[in-house]
Structure formats: C-alpha cells, structure tokens
C-alpha cells in the first residue's frame, strides 16, 4: 500500500468509474484496476464491486476511504508543515475562484506572485461561490474569492474588490446614445442572460415586474461569450464593468446606467478562521490585499 494507490482508490471512489478515475490520476484503465487489485491484495479485502455501469464501495470499502481521506489529509499537512520551516516560501497552493474571476481580476495579481514567490506551486479551482465555500469548509482548498455576503461563522472574510453592474449594448443598438436608461426600457430589449451566477439572480429579481413581457434571446455560459453576443448587436445584457473595460475602450460595446438603481457586486477574499494558513497562502492572502488597498487609494485620487 502506498500513496499512489490510496490517491487512486479515492478517485475511483469518488467517481464511481474506474476510467474517470484514471483521467483524473493521468493513468490507463487498466493501471487503475492494477492499482485497486495491489491495494486489495494489501488488506485482504474486497474494496469495490464493479458492474458494467458502475462502481460502489464494499463495506470494507467504505471503512478505507474515511482512513484514505486522513491519511492523504496527513500527507500534505505534513508537506506543507516541512515547506513552512523553510528559509524561503514555497509549497503548493489552492486557490478557488469562479471563471470571471480567474479571467478579470486575479491575471496580474497571480503574476506578481509567481515573480516573488516562484516556489509556490498554485492550483486553480475554478467553480461557482458556493461549491468554493464547500471545499473551503472541508480543507479541500486554502483560500478563495467568491461572492458576498459569506455566512459562515468558520471563515474569515475580507472584501476585496468591488464593481458596479451596468447595462451592456452594442454601438448599434438605439439606446447606445444614452447615458441612462430605465429599467423598463431595457425590458424592451432583447435580453442575454448568464445561465447562473450572482448577476443571473439579481436579474431575475430586478426585473420580475417585467417577467411577462420579457424577451430572453439567449442564456449563455460564459462572460466572454456574452459580451461578443452584445458587441454583435443579438441583445443587451448587465456586466461588471471592468469585466468590458477592454471592450468598451475599443468601441465593440458601451455601458449605460440605469436610472434610479444602483447594482453592485462585492467579492471577498475566504479562508478558514480556525486552521492554520500554510505560509505560501499567507503571502498570497497579504498580496491580494495589498492589491486592494492599492485600488481603493487609486479610486480615491481619481475623485
């Protein structure tokens, strides 16, 4: 028995597939089932049952992946226990945030990490606020930025960057003369939605008085893809505003205010209150926050 098998078995566990396991440990099919057989002939002890659709842990199965978790859990506490006694930062990170995150905010701030900090291994995950809240509750990963406000007496929380949501359309579209517009008139528009998220919520409730007249055109997944929707005339949408900024410098969109309504959207650096940050998360946190002590100063003077 060794690291490598458990890491396996865990994976199969997880996933209840044998080959989707293998793509996530980069292993062929058959290494998988090499490993898993090593690793029962190692216990004495049936693990898995595989049938053709699927894999379900044995009860024998069930007691070894709780001790599997522990026992990776230990391994990298003690990793990361080692790396911190040294003269230098250097370690593994993992660090979660949601993809326009990863796009708009973190690029420069990540740069200058790596250049003062270029023994740090970081490992992005990327997901929705709340599935980084659950894998910031179980340890999964050090420190994350998601979408406020954050509940959870367990994690510590810092606001770090803030941006006002704003009507997005193309210089084509009628209203692209204006500098505000009303709500009601933007319910007249072809509308494109982000398929989830912050902004996808706060405008099924902005606009809900209009719910019966509304033309959704088309939902889309990602930021980039709404904002070339847009730039191409096929609808309006609401956008952070420095997530267009590029766009609206070149002339592909424009961004209106509303009238009468004020949206903003806060994001906030995540951690645990109650663990020990590894060192290398330390440094990345006081960067992160230097950053935004930088940006408030910087607003501050263009006042």
Do not use: C, W
């Given at each position: 028995m060794d690291f490598d098998q458990l890491t396996t078995f865990v994976q199969v566990a997880k996933l209840g597939s044998f080959s989707r396991a293998g793509q996530k440990v980069f292993r062929s099919q058959s290494a998988v089932s090499a490993q898993i057989r090593q690793l029962e002939q190692s216990y004495g002890a049936k693990l898995l049952d595989r049938t053709a659709r699927s894999v379900?842990?044995?009860?024998?199965?069930?007691?070894?992946l709780d001790y599997a978790v522990r026992l990776l859990r230990l391994r990298d506490e003690s990793l990361q226990a080692v790396a911190d006694h040294s003269d230098s930062v250097q370690g593994p990170v993992v660090f979660g945030a949601n993809e326009a995150t990863c796009l708009y905010v973190l690029p420069d701030i990540f740069a200058e990490y790596q250049k003062r900090y270029p023994l740090v291994q970081i490992s992005i995950y990327r997901n929705f606020s709340h599935k980084i809240l659950q894998r910031l509750e179980d340890g999964s990963i050090d420190v994350g930025i998601v979408t406020l406000p954050v509940r959870s007496p367990n994690l510590k929380v810092h606001p770090v960057f803030r941006d006002r949501l704003m009507l997005m359309v193309s210089p084509d579209n009628p209203l692209a003369h204006r500098h505000k517009v009303t709500l009601e008139e933007v319910a007249e528009q072809p509308l494109i939605f982000p398929k989830t998220g912050y902004t996808r919520q706060v405008l099924d409730k902005l606009l809900r008085p209009y719910r019966s007249r509304l033309r959704v055109a088309m939902e889309l997944p990602s930021i980039g893809m709404i904002k070339k929707f847009v730039a191409a005339n096929a609808g309006v949408s609401f956008i952070?505003?420095?997530?267009?900024?590029?766009?609206?410098k070149t002339g592909e969109v424009k961004l209106l205010s509303l009238e009468g309504v004020e949206l903003w959207r806060e994001l906030g650096l995540v951690y645990r209150r109650d663990r020990s940050i590894p060192r290398a998360a330390q440094?990345?946190?006081?960067?992160?926050?230097?950053?935004?002590?930088?940006h408030a100063s910087a607003e501050a003077a263009s006042r």
């Open positions: 379900h842990l044995t009860p024998a199965g069930e007691v070894l952070s505003e420095s997530f267009a900024r590029d766009q609206v440094a990345l946190i006081a960067l992160i926050r230097e950053h935004r002590k930088a």
